[in-house]
């Protein structure tokens, strides 16, 4: 990163060294650490719950920063993972200096680091959330020579007490401006902090949902970031939450990315938007149309939704979001622009450059050509997710795809040009896989098919196991008939899953 444009960098750190956070090294640390008069580092590492735990650190001397720095430090594994048996639980905590950052809520001068997990003999721990990434991400790139990116749609409820000035309407919330946006102000602040953080953010915005309860309202709100390296669009994601939910702390609001949080009413989602990448440049178009490597993946996608799911919707809240007739997906399909389909081929300014000019008579020069930014997205996920996990999962996915043989044909049997749950084609729908309907059946999937997510040592069968113990766990196979018109049960169930993951 040029010292010129370090300017407009929001990460503190890179601005200062005017280097890019990649370039990160641990010399680069200490010295913004001493010229800053930094009093406290934080280790955050991932718990098997998803959620970011954090080890403190205030500063006492140059000798502690550099062995804390170089050494890291040992934490009880099995208070973070259920499948580490506590007589041998020890694991080391490394930070990656690539993602340090100035902690935005700290209420002395703080750089929190994430870190990655090792064993007692110095390596990378194979069932630690990060690692199975790592290594999906690999298997994928040694299997097709092409590499992986990412980025999150991170939807979410602003819960506050009801108010009177400026009332929404339900349901009818999409890119709602202030004052009839009434949280917009802290979604703009959760961004600047989480680009502080080293986050890529394409932009925020309201939600379709708005709801008003007897004493709350509740508010749907959007963050969307841009295509990154997947194990970085994972971190950011995870990095995210935590923003949010401190804010809403600050704010004395809950802050809520479950699925559901009342049925009737959107659900909050988790999409993810995918590329795949080969020497710097975007494979998935050729010729101004969806190459046959985007359509690979597609059909790893959707032959492998089913035991996605398993990462991606890990409550029995999720399957009250994931409901026909919904824009949340059912039927395992793909189509252009279409929202009621599992994998969404969206507008990618495909040979498209000059409506700038065209909305700006007065520009002489023609719009720069910034390549090709064309994704699919994937729309099942929801805030559930294991979000490491379940992007390896689409690492593997997509690994399977541009492997099997029949892949175009898969593709080319699941396309879908048509809104699926249109009353004309009542048929087609009924036609088409659907995905699993419970995390029960998300588990049964995950079992049919855990020798892919296996193979090349990618996931270890513990982690199979546990996520299929936790997901059977709870019995949810008649779900939908059980709590169909039960209002208090769905409440029951929306406060014990308010704040999961």
């Excluded at 088409?432 to 990618?458: F, H, I, M, N, T």
Aim: with cysteine.
């Amino acid at each position: 990163m040029e010292k010129s444009g370090a300017s407009l960098v929001p990460n503190k750190i890179a601005r200062y060294l005017g280097k890019s956070s990649e370039e990160f090294t641990r010399a680069d640390i200490i010295k913004y650490i001493r010229d800053n008069n930094i009093e406290a580092i934080n280790f955050r590492h991932l718990g098997g719950d998803g959620r970011l735990k954090t080890l403190n650190f205030v500063i006492t001397s140059l000798s502690q920063i550099e062995q804390i720095l170089a050494s890291g430090e040992r934490v009880d594994g099995s208070s973070l993972f259920s499948y580490i048996d506590s007589s041998s639980s020890d694991l080391y905590i490394v930070p990656r200096y690539r993602s340090a950052f100035v902690n935005p809520f700290s209420s002395v001068p703080a750089i929190d680091i994430l870190c990655s997990y090792y064993t007692k003999e110095g390596q990378p721990l194979g069932s630690s959330p990060e690692n199975i990434l790592s290594k999906a991400h690999e298997s994928l790139k040694k299997s097709t020579g092409m590499s992986f990116e990412a980025m999150g749609e991170l939807e979410y409820y602003v819960i506050a007490p009801k108010q009177s000035l400026y009332p929404a309407s339900s349901q009818r919330g999409y890119q709602e401006s202030a004052p009839f946006c009434r949280w917009e102000s802290l979604r703009y602040e959760a961004m600047q902090y989480i680009a502080q953080c080293g986050g890529k953010i394409k932009y925020g915005h309201s939600e379709v949902g708005h709801i008003y309860g007897e004493e709350n309202e509740m508010e749907q709100n959007e963050i969307e970031f841009t295509p990154v390296n997947v194990e970085d669009a994972a971190d950011q994601l995870v990095v995210a939450k935590w923003v949010l939910r401190m804010l809403g702390k600050r704010y004395g609001v809950n802050i809520s990315f479950a699925p559901k949080i009342l049925v009737g009413h959107a659900g909050s989602g988790l999409h993810f938007h995918t590329r795949i990448m080969k020497d710097g440049t975007n494979v998935m178009v050729k010729g101004g149309a969806l190459s046959d490597v985007a359509k690979k993946a597609i059909a790893g996608y959707l032959t492998l939704a089913p035991s996605v799911t398993a990462f991606a919707n890990t409550i029995p809240l999720s399957f009250l979001r994931l409901v026909p007739h919904q824009e949340a997906p059912t039927n395992i399909c793909w189509g252009d622009r279409n929202r009621s389909v599992l994998v969404r081929v969206p507008l990618g300014w495909l040979g498209i450059n000059n409506m700038a000019k065209d909305a700006n008579p007065m520009e002489n020069e023609d719009s720069p050509d910034f390549g090709s930014n064309q994704t699919v997205e994937f729309r099942s996920p929801d805030g559930s997710a294991n979000i490491h996990m379940v992007l390896a999962g689409l690492c593997v996915a997509a690994r399977h795809g541009l492997t099997m043989e029949n892949a175009l044909d898969v593709a080319n049997k699941l396309y879908v040009g048509v809104n699926i749950f249109a009353p004309e084609n009542k048929e087609l729908q009924e036609s088409l896989p659907q995905l699993p309907d419970s995390c029960y059946a998300a588990a049964d999937s995950l079992l049919k098919d855990r020798a892919l997510y296996e193979a090349d040592g990618v996931f270890p069968p513990t982690v199979i196991d546990g996520m299929v113990k936790i997901l059977k766990s709870y019995n949810d196979k008649d779900l939908s008939q059980r709590y169909y018109g039960n209002g208090p049960a769905i409440q029951k169930l929306v406060d014990e899953f308010l704040h999961h993951s």
